[in-house]
């Protein structure tokens, strides 16, 4: 019987039999907002949580799709389960590399549905790439030999409270995450079910109710947006009582 961690929910996690029920984006977002940077190698903390902040926003300003967001808020998630490997010494670990990719492919199917792909993957790893150069160069004092990448969104290295940065990464996860399911919703009613289409709808208000409620300062209004859209695209023949189940508490 392989053995467990517990999380910070108090999850049992198998590392090396992960299941996708018991990964949580709470326990992902409190342990990523501990986890320092670069293994503590820096001049001051500066959590992995933060990076993937970075990583999302910059995601964002660059016009991308709601999956690539979520995905850039996610692409180091397995770090608070496996924790951080550095990369000249992860090169010598193939097996650590097969469970690591394993995972984090788990972990985007649970909350994008369905894996990157290759050019999804590619936009991601290049925000990523984009924002190590900072880390480095602000981190480190070491500056890459390649030119700076153009970035589209404002960075900063302020020590934050981890506690900032756990309500700020979960506000982001709420948001995009009710974002993809919409656009997937969207995507894929005419071959889903009622009852998933009903069960999809209402998860999607509830994650715009909780990026609000963490201060997310559009997801009010997507919200609402989202309910007269869902209104109109399926009629009240179809759904009985049309959109009004999504507005009871």
Known sequence: MPEYITTYGGTHFYPTAPKAEDIHATDIAHALSLICRGNGHVKTFFSVGQHCIFCAKEAAARGCSSRIILACLLHDASECYLSDVPSPFKKELPMYSQREDHLLELIYRKYLRQALSPEEQ????????????????????????SPAPELKSPISYAVRPFEQVEQEYLQLYHFYQAEVLRDWLLANARITGLFQIRSDARRIVDFYKNAACLGHPEAAQRKASFIRLYQSCFSVSRLDSGADFLTEE
């Open 122 to 145: 590619t936009a991601v790893t290049a925000i990523d790439k984009a924002l190590l150069y900072f880390d480095l160069k602000y981190l480190l004092n070491e500056v890459p030999d």
